[in-house]
């Protein structure tokens, strides 16, 4: 309802403001009924009000299991907050529920005393059956431990939609929007960046965006009005570095990374995939940037994928392929062939819980091995890891770096997590930014010599087909030094081999230092790698705070490692691994780095670490 | 025959200028030896420069190929070949590119490829070696070999049914599909510069004989003796006749070709016309199914036909959106939706 002069009406309450930093919130329902929209719309208000977010999508690999079960839940949960915050919180503190179904999953997660919004409407005999509760949780006694509030999200949807030409089903389907509107209210929010939302969305479809925005501000009111609901808070501006800022995934910046990248070159860009979850995301991002000369190929599968890249590199310009676990496997001996052929190549890999088809849509680290040493023979291949939604522009772009300085391919590792997760991302000026020189030879004085190396990078030269006078061919098979011609030679093989590890190694001379958090030696270092970072970095920190002695580090160089860390391992007694897998890094540590004593802490749920569970392990060590 | 890239006449090349220092490996004898000759006889026709030749290859004996032409080239993995020429041929659209590949690198283990390249008309020349044997390992049989082929893996003859690579290309839709063999370096002469100047992919099959695991398998067919009687060479517009005495033709009966003797045709235009412009796929189809010993085998150009090919409508689409919305900015793009900003004050307090 607009008034007069096209400003949205809300009603403004009596009802007291509590001021509070922090507040976790994670909205359930089934996988139709919009928790992920709900939550992204509740995470761009926060992060547009100034509040620092942290959120962590978690939904099933089916697009709509059966309504009403279990396997059919989705969830979003968003921390936010008037301080830096790392990541989306260990327990909700509230869990907005839109049926039975979801309250069973999630309930245990709740903390003690929390509070619990139930849609009153859907707990019918027949939905508590299919969520397999005995009795109804609302009458017997299960929610004694947390405030709930039952509210009839349902009818009171369908009583503020009463009027509107929309049919009944469809004015149903906004109520994401009524629970939506409540916890607007409930947390002082903002409805304009949300209604805003909807004008554009529904800009063709004016009574959908009547009924969706109708949907919201009855919520709203409802919160203001309603006799159950007391409690209202306020979480402050955070305290966040000077700058622009914008709301990030980390697949939408691997995404910008990879433009930014082209920019930087001066390149095309040849991004070949094959759909995969939870990779997808990139695909589509980078498909709309067609203006900013990039070039999507949607390949017959993942070989072809990786090998339409390869092609664009041996055609002078950026190739880069992405997947998840299931389809590196797929694309191992075209790597190789990257390897042996020294072509600049980048290979994504959005990690997801495995073996084999795994968990779709869970986030797991258990690639790092296969990145590393899942091909044929000594192939050695550097390996980035991103560890915030954020940072994987910045390693996006080092990653391309790597490539085509080196001449070699290039991992960079994601997981499920990073790539739905969101938060804050303040904005670089991409004018300050270096440029990535890339030299293609032009001629050469007497015969080309393709595997001819730079001495401070062992990079050979890069010449590209079209140049006259360089014609040359490449392969799979072993290549003579310096002549690049097919060699079956004892000694130029060994030679080879060596030069190419060594190529690998020299990566090292051009990444910074390893930094360390907290004291410089010690009894005990925390390291880590990818998206552990947010949990580390928290439950470390707050157990510095507390006066422990821990410090922490962590890894985005995993192939070759910093030069320093040799050194910084050695100034602890133990090592702390925390890892979303079964102790990958741990075995890389212990194999690279004699007499230390490392311990790994493996959680493979296809859940984040909770920084409570980091905490109390390294208080176990302590 | 024009390329997609002129140089100035006179035209400089000749076929030495096409042959690599490398030395050539295959079997004394092999057929591959008179396929490159023909090749770097055939580009030396072109006035496409040399360094916008690209040939890329997978695995297999066939595949070799790319090391013994002064070109660029790529010796890949096996199977995969069109796929990193795909991929090439994206980013490089002025660039002419070559993927060798043989009946096993080809049909079987890059059987997928294969059809999705040619699916998409992607400019790429496809050329299939096909000795119907597995060569380089020595001697196992191979997709395209007869049902009943006693190899060292099919000692009691093989019961894996043989698959027609002309017919995958045609149900793959290829805008230009042909056939040659190594024994007629003048047809095949013909083919491949067809195949160089066709716009969008090409798929040319050729008969090869390989000389120690499969020896003369196509020469019933293809030998010099017999190749008259039993070779239907296609010409555009020409009537499906054949024989050493040209007395024999082609026509329908019901829905199935069937031979028939000029003398005895009631009317010449019961002989079939080659049309390779056809836009339907059927009549192509209907001649790969000619197999011998029952029917001639056809020889030629069995369709070449015009169709936007994926490089071009790439680059198009790039173009169109550039027009659209102007050529991309960065900074835009990253402040694009919503942002907001925290001034240095916020942060003091």
């Not at chain 1, 992060?47 to 059966?66: S, V, W």
């Not at chain 1, 925005?213 to 808070?233: F, P, V």
């Not at chain 2, 096409?18 to 057929?31: A, E, I, Y």
């Amino acid at each position: 309802m607009k008034t007069e002069n096209g400003e949205w009406k809300v009603g403004t309450t009596k009802k007291q403001l509590k001021e509070i930093d922090a507040v976790t919130i994670r909205f359930a329902g089934d996988s139709g009924d919009g928790m992920q929209l709900t939550g992204d719309q509740f995470t761009d208000t926060s992060a547009l009000m100034g509040n620092d977010i942290a959120t962590f999508p978690d939904f099933p690999a089916e697009i709509r299991a059966p309504a009403g079960t279990l396997p059919g839940v989705s969830s979003f949960q968003i921390q936010f907050s008037e301080h830096e915050i790392f990541t989306a919180g260990d327990s909700p503190n509230v869990l907005v529920t839109m049926n039975p179904a979801a309250l069973k999953v999630n309930l245990a997660d709740l903390v003690k005393g929390g509070t619990v919004v139930v849609n009153t409407d859907s707990f019918t005999e027949e939905n508590l059956k299919k969520a397999g509760w005995k009795s109804n949780p609302l009458q017997d006694g299960t929610l004694k431990d947390y405030a709930v509030l039952e509210i009839p999200i349902s009818t009171l949807n369908a009583n503020a939609l009463k009027g509107s030409p929309i049919k009944p089903t469809d004015a149903d389907r906004c109520k994401n929007f009524f629970a939506l509107g409540l916890m607007f209210w409930m947390y002082d929010r903002k409805l304009e960046f949300t209604v805003k939302w909807i004008e554009e969305k529904f800009a063709k479809k004016p009574e959908l965006l009547q009924a969706n925005a109708t949907a919201l501000k009855a919520g709203y009111n409802y919160g203001d009005i309603s006799e159950t609901i007391q409690a209202r808070y306020v979480i402050r501006k955070a305290r966040l570095a000077p700058g622009t800022y914008r709301k990030i995934t980390g697949n939408e910046a691997i995404a910008l990374g990879i433009v930014t990248a082209a920019h930087l070159t001066g390149k095309q860009v040849l991004y070949g995939s094959y759909p995969i979850t939870p990779a997808s995301s990139i695909l589509h991002e980078l498909a709309l940037r067609k203006n900013f000369g990039i070039k999507t190929f949607q390949a017959e599968d993942e070989i072809a994928a990786c090998g339409s890249a390869l092609g664009a590199a041996f055609g002078g310009h950026i190739g880069i392929t992405a997947t998840s676990g299931p389809g590196l496997c797929l694309k191992s001996e075209m790597i190789n062939l990257a390897v042996m052929a020294e072509l600049p190549l980048v290979i994504i890999d959005v990690q997801r819980g495995g073996p084999s088809t795994g968990l779709p849509t869970k986030t797991e680290q258990g690639d790092l091995l296969q990145a590393m040493f899942g091909r044929n023979s000594d192939s050695p291949v550097p390996v980035i890891a991103a560890s915030t939604p954020s940072n994987c522009y910045d390693f996006m772009i080092e990653a391309i770096r790597i490539a085509v300085t080196y001449m070699t391919p290039v991992f960079f590792l994601s997981d499920g997590y990073l790539a739905s997760a969101a938060e804050p991302w303040s904005l670089p000026d991409v004018s300050k930014l270096p440029k990535i020189q890339i030299q293609h030879p032009q001629s050469s004085d007497g015969p080309f010599l393709p595997y001819v190396r730079n001495e401070q990078t062992l990079a050979r030269p890069w010449a590209v087909p079209g140049t006259p006078g360089l014609e040359h061919r490449l392969g799979g098979l072993e290549k003579a030094d310096r002549t690049g011609g097919v060699s079956y030679d004892p000694a130029n093989h060994h030679k080879m081999v060596t030069l190419r590890r060594e190529k690998v190694n020299r990566v090292a001379d051009g990444i910074p230092p390893l930094e360390i958090l907290g004291p410089k030696k010690g009894k005990l270092l925390v390291l880590g790698w990818g998206s552990t970072y947010g949990p580390i970095h928290a439950a470390v920190t707050e157990l510095q705070k507390q006066g422990k002695q821990v410090s922490a580090c962590h890894l985005h160089y995993m192939n070759p490692f910093p030069k320093n860390l040799s050194e910084i391992l050695k100034s602890f007694n133990t090592i702390l691994i925390p890892e979303n897998n079964m102790g990958q890094l741990l075995l890389l540590i212990r194999g690279a780095f004699e007499g230390i004593h490392a311990v790994g802490f493996h959680l493979v749920t296809g859940q984040p670490f909770k920084i409570r569970e980091i905490k109390e392990k390294i208080e176990e060590l302590l | 025959m024009t390329g997609p890239q002129e140089i100035p006449s006179p035209l400089p090349y000749t076929k030495e200028d096409f042959v690599s220092g490398q030395d050539v490996r295959w079997c004394p004898g092999c057929g591959d030896y008179a396929i490159l000759s023909v090749m770097q006889r055939t580009l030396a026709q072109f006035r496409i420069p040399r360094e916008n030749h690209v040939f890329i290859s997978g695995i297999g004996c066939s595949s070799r190929f790319p090391y013994y032409m002064n070109t660029y080239g790529f010796h890949t993995i096996h199977g995969r070949a069109p796929t990193i020429a795909s991929g090439l041929k994206c980013v490089r659209p002025e660039l002419t590119v070559w993927v060798i590949t043989g009946d096993g690198d080809g049909l079987s283990i890059g059987g997928n490829h294969l059809i999705h390249a040619m699916r998409r008309n992607i400019d790429l020349k496809i050329i299939l070696v096909n000795n119907q044997i597995y060569g380089l390992t020595k001697g196992q049989y191979s997709p395209t070999s007869e049902i009943g082929k006693v190899t060292k893996s099919s000692p009691a003859g093989s019961i894996d049914y043989p698959i027609n690579p002309l017919c995958v290309a045609i149900a793959a839709e290829a805008t230009f599909i042909a056939r040659t063999v190594d024994l007629d370096p003048r047809h095949m002469g013909m083919v491949l510069q067809r195949a160089c100047e066709h716009k969008g992919v090409s798929f040319v099959e050729i008969y090869q004989n390989c000389i120690i695991f499969n020896k003369d398998t196509f020469q019933p067919v293809a030998g010099r003796e017999s190749r008259e009687d039993r070779i239907l060479y296609l010409e555009h517009g020409k009537p499906l006749i054949f024989g050493k005495k040209r007395d024999q033709g082609i026509r329908l009966n019901g829905p199935n070709p069937e031979v028939v003797n000029l003398a005895d045709a009631k009317d010449s235009k019961e002989i079939l016309v080659h049309k390779e412009d056809d836009p339907l796929p059927n009549y192509a189809y209907l001649l790969t199914q000619m197999e011998y010993p029952q029917m001639p085998v056809p020889f030629g150009i069995f369709r070449c036909i015009q169709k936007p090919t994926y490089d071009q409508m790439l680059d198009d689409q790039i173009k169109a959106e550039i027009k659209k919305k102007g050529p991309g900015k960065l900074d835009d793009l990253l402040h694009a939706g919503s942002v907001w900003q925290i001034e240095e004050q916020e942060t003091m307090s």
